[in-house]
């Protein structure tokens, strides 16, 4: 397998973007990610245009007053080597872990036995990026945005992975891999942010090799802050002491990825799929059965044949709604060899039993 109003097609008009091009040279350019100073005095960073969502939102409207565009025209900072816009955007970077309303938000309104999610759907997935022998690269792994600088996966995507293959970077607001940009019959997604890896941390009591796969977690710092898009969005954590005890058991959730569906095939499209919460120790004894015997920190959901977590989706999110906002509950572990077989629910690391030790290891 593995509500806002109608999206607007983020296409900044031709006449502004000349206009920055024309004015770019003035004053010091600064690099991407660079500290700056808006044109109102509000401490901000250095970012692609496309990505100031302040910004972009004066351009959509189309009928900006003279004194918004002088506003544009003076946030100017900087331009890749490329010759893609960066300006001074306020407030774009939250090193914390955050709280509603700042994470959760599934812009959309509306996997192994999946279905196809929309463009803005799940905006905190995120795909990890391997270099493998012979120079080829491929995604293999998901993980989840938890802020500005870190993404969430299982530690089994980064020690129980081939030898020769490394993870060297975190890509963030795609929805269909055959296409850089994607586009519906009614808007068009912005491209892909393809981000290196400035560190990445595993749980110290984890075993590669153990087959119950305890402490399966892992935080990736990223390179570079990201911003913020309709495409491009943090989880919430379960952060609070009623959060981390509540009991989930016969409720549902969504796992999200581009992992193996039931043809056997990796999709190039985000799949989603519901799947409920079962019950801990009945889960406990089907595995049991297999030798493997499983802790309070993790999590069962799943067991209908044909929906199910699959290859490729590992370290990706199992999350669910609470009071309008979205949720981590579970990272993709592990489950039955054959994805999706009945009575057989998937493995999650219970993200409420880790909070502490993810917020122990998310450095500013």
Same mark, same amino acid.
């Given at each position: 397998?593995?509500?806002?109003?109608?999206?607007?097609?983020?296409?900044?008009?031709?006449?502004?973007?000349?206009?920055?091009?024309?004015?770019?040279?003035?004053?010091?350019?600064?690099?991407?990610?660079?500290?700056?100073?808006? !044109?109102?005095?509000?401490?901000?960073?250095?970012?692609?245009?496309?990505?100031?969502?302040?910004?972009?939102?004066?351009?959509?409207?189309?009928?900006?007053?003279?004194?918004?565009?002088?506003?544009?025209?003076?946030?100017?900072?900087?331009?890749?080597?490329?010759?893609?816009?960066?300006?001074?955007?306020?407030?774009?970077?939250?090193?914390?872990? !955050?709280?509603?309303?700042?994470?959760?938000?599934?812009?959309?309104?509306?996997?192994?036995?999946?279905?196809?999610?929309?463009?803005?759907?799940?905006?905190?997935?995120?795909?990890?990026?391997?270099?493998? +022998?012979?120079?080829?690269?491929?995604?293999?792994?998901?993980?989840?945005?938890?802020?500005?600088?870190?993404?969430?996966?299982?530690?089994?995507?980064?020690?129980?992975? +081939?030898?020769?293959?490394?993870?060297?970077?975190?890509?963030?607001?795609?929805?269909?891999?055959?296409?850089?940009?994607?586009?519906?019959?009614?808007?068009?997604?912005?491209?892909?942010?393809?981000?290196?890896?400035?560190?990445?941390?595993?749980?110290?009591?984890?075993? !590669?090799?153990?087959?119950?796969?305890?402490?399966?977690?892992?935080?990736?710092?990223?390179?570079?802050?990201?911003?913020?898009?309709?495409?491009?969005?943090?989880?919430?954590?379960?952060?609070?002491?009623?959060?981390?005890?509540?009991?989930?058991?016969?409720?549902?959730?969504?796992?999200?990825?581009?992992?193996?569906?039931?043809?056997?095939?990796?999709?190039?499209?985000?799949?989603?799929?519901?799947?409920?919460?079962?019950?801990?120790?009945?889960?406990?004894?089907?595995?049991?059965?297999?030798?493997?015997?499983?802790?309070?920190?993790?999590?069962?959901?799943?067991?209908?044949?044909?929906?199910?977590?699959?290859?490729?989706?590992?370290?990706?999110?199992?999350?669910?709604?609470?009071?309008?906002?979205?949720?981590?509950?579970?990272?993709?572990?592990?489950?039955?060899?054959?994805?999706?077989?009945?009575?057989?629910?998937?493995?999650?690391?219970?993200?409420?039993?880790?909070?502490?030790?993810?917020?122990?290891?998310?450095?500013?």
């Amino acid at each position: 397998m593995l509500q806002m109003e109608a999206m607007r097609q983020r296409v900044l008009p031709t006449s502004i973007i000349v206009i920055i091009l024309a004015f770019i040279s003035l004053g010091q350019a600064l690099n991407e990610d660079d500290p700056c100073v808006d !044109p109102n005095g509000e401490a901000g960073h250095c970012i692609y245009l496309r990505e100031c969502d302040p910004l972009v939102k004066i351009l959509q409207k189309g009928n900006y007053s003279p004194q918004e565009r002088n506003f544009i025209v003076q946030s100017r900072c900087g331009m890749t080597a490329d010759r893609k816009n960066l300006v001074c955007c306020k407030g774009t970077v939250d090193e914390g872990l !955050p709280e509603p309303p700042k994470c959760g938000v599934d812009f959309s309104n509306r996997i192994h036995g999946g279905q196809q999610t929309e463009m803005d759907e799940f905006p905190w997935t995120a795909l990890i990026q391997y270099r493998k +022998p012979n120079g080829l690269t491929g995604f293999h792994c998901g993980g989840s945005l938890i802020n500005s600088r870190y993404v969430i996966t299982a530690a089994h995507c980064i020690q129980a992975i +081939p030898r020769n293959w490394n993870a060297i970077g975190v890509r963030l607001g795609e929805w269909d891999l055959s296409s850089d940009r994607d586009c519906d019959s009614e808007t068009c997604t912005d491209e892909p942010v393809d981000v290196g890896i400035e560190r990445i941390v595993v749980h110290e009591d984890y075993v !590669p090799e153990s087959k119950t796969q305890y402490n399966d977690i892992a935080l990736i710092r990223l390179a570079r802050d990201v911003h913020m898009s309709m495409y491009i969005a943090p989880i919430c954590l379960p952060l609070k002491d009623t959060q981390r005890l509540r009991d989930h058991v016969g409720s549902n959730g969504f796992a999200a990825g581009w992992g193996n569906t039931e043809n056997g095939t990796a999709s190039s499209v985000k799949l989603k799929v519901q799947l409920e919460v079962k019950n801990f120790r009945d889960c406990a004894g089907i595995y049991a059965r297999a030798g493997i015997i499983l802790r309070e920190t993790q999590l069962c959901a799943g067991g209908v044949k044909g929906k199910d977590t699959c290859s490729g989706d590992s370290g990706g999110p199992f999350t669910k709604l609470d009071r309008a906002h979205n949720y981590l509950v579970g990272l993709v572990s592990f489950g039955p060899s054959k994805c999706g077989t009945a009575g057989v629910p998937g493995i999650y690391t219970n993200v409420a039993k880790y909070v502490d030790w993810i917020a122990k290891n998310v450095k500013p």
